[in-house]
């Protein structure tokens, strides 16, 4: 097995010198899954072209209400999600990104005044930062100083996921969110694949077992995550398919909330939710995730930890909640309605 120093220096080869676009990618893994929806589209009409050459991701994780935040994107690469949450925080927010390639760094900051030009804003409320997403102290990213944290098909490259996801939890407020994009695996990677320097740079090797996913997110005190998005990943060259064997991947987006006291299973306290309908680009309809979708004006019957992380994030203020947890009435049947993503059960406690 390959040290992660090595690692790290085969991502870096990889990305800053052998892959020179996205169409140098063997296949479709590490390139959106999914459609960069209203108001994005609009925003990236306005993102340089070499920035969105770049491009590594598998996904689009940019929720809704970032306004005024502080976000953090690991592994921005090229820049293309640090400008485009540029847009959305306004020149009020932030955005930090962190990357160790510095060939993709180099592309992200040369673009900078263009990008502001094109905003309109009067100084930059974007900063790069060259660094390893497993040490964001060395990066200077204080203790519960970020709202959001972001990523884009990068925490699957890293060797040491258990300390991205301490990371993670050091650096976000109370109430924070986590919301990134990532390659999934059905099962644990076999160690011959790990050492595959192609496989890993294509986003596979390093995959994630959903499995040790959710145990990460326990050992940092988090009991339930959320599913937004899911696709099964279709293997395009025949001797990836060859070397991949039986393993199925999955393209998946995730919502993870840093806040305390959220239970491993969802729990009925007879609480009520309904969404007002003001995030200007969602007027009809909130998705949490690929469980909840919340209906403007329409009350609806949600779990315990469901309503916590609406009411402990920065979504409060969207929603009118009825109800708290003096009573308590067993399990809450979770799952029971329409499924947006059905095609296996992968959601946290939330199931």
């Given at each position: 097995m390959i040290s992660p120093e090595q690692t790290f220096e085969q991502i870096k080869e990889y990305y800053g010198k052998t892959l020179k676009s996205s169409k140098d990618l063997k296949n479709s893994v590490c390139c959106p899954a999914e459609k960069d929806a209203y108001p994005y589209r609009e925003i990236l009409n306005l993102i340089d072209e070499e920035i969105k050459d770049r491009f590594y991701g598998c996904g689009s994780p940019i929720p809704p209400a970032l306004s005024g935040c502080t976000v953090l994107d690991l592994g921005c690469g090229s820049g293309r999600d640090v400008y485009l949450v540029a847009r959305l925080?306004?020149?009020r927010g932030r955005v930090i990104?962190?990357?160790m390639t510095a060939e993709q760094l180099a592309i992200a900051e040369r673009h900078l005044l263009s990008q502001m030009t094109k905003f309109n804003y009067s100084q930059p409320n974007v900063v790069f930062q060259r660094g390893y997403i497993e040490d964001l102290k060395k990066a200077g990213i204080e203790d519960r100083s970020i709202d959001v944290v972001i990523s884009n098909c990068v925490i699957n490259l890293s060797p040491d996921k258990k300390r991205v996801f301490a990371?993670?939890?050091?650096?976000?407020?109370p109430g924070g969110e986590l919301f990134f994009s990532d390659i999934f695996?059905?099962?644990?990677?076999?160690?011959?694949?790990?050492?595959?320097?192609?496989?890993y740079g294509e986003c596979l090797s390093g995959a994630l077992y959903l499995e040790d996913f959710r145990?990460?997110?326990?050992?940092?005190g988090c009991l339930d995550y959320r599913v937004v998005t899911k696709s099964k990943i279709t293997l395009s060259d025949p001797l990836v398919q060859?070397?991949?064997?039986?393993?199925?991947?999955?393209?998946m987006t995730i919502r993870v909330f840093n806040i305390e006291g959220l239970e491993d299973r969802c729990e009925d306290f007879g609480q009520i939710a309904v969404y007002e309908g003001t995030l200007p680009e969602f007027?009809?309809?909130f998705l949490l995730d690929d469980q909840h979708v919340f209906f403007t004006g329409k009350p609806q019957t949600l779990c315990g930890n469901t309503a916590a992380m609406l009411e402990q994030s920065r979504y409060k203020k969207y929603f009118k909640l009825y109800g708290d947890r003096t009573t308590h009435f067993g399990l809450f049947p979770c799952g029971s309605?329409?499924?947006?993503?059905?095609?296996?059960?992968?959601?946290?406690?939330c199931c």
């Open positions: 925080v306004g020149e990104g962190i990357d990371e993670i939890f050091r650096v976000l407020k695996a059905d099962r644990r990677i076999p160690a011959y694949l790990e050492s595959d320097p192609s496989l145990r990460l997110l326990a050992q940092n060859a070397k991949a064997g039986m393993i199925n991947f999955y393209s007027p009809h309809q309605g329409e499924v947006i993503q059905p095609e296996i059960n992968t959601s946290g406690a």
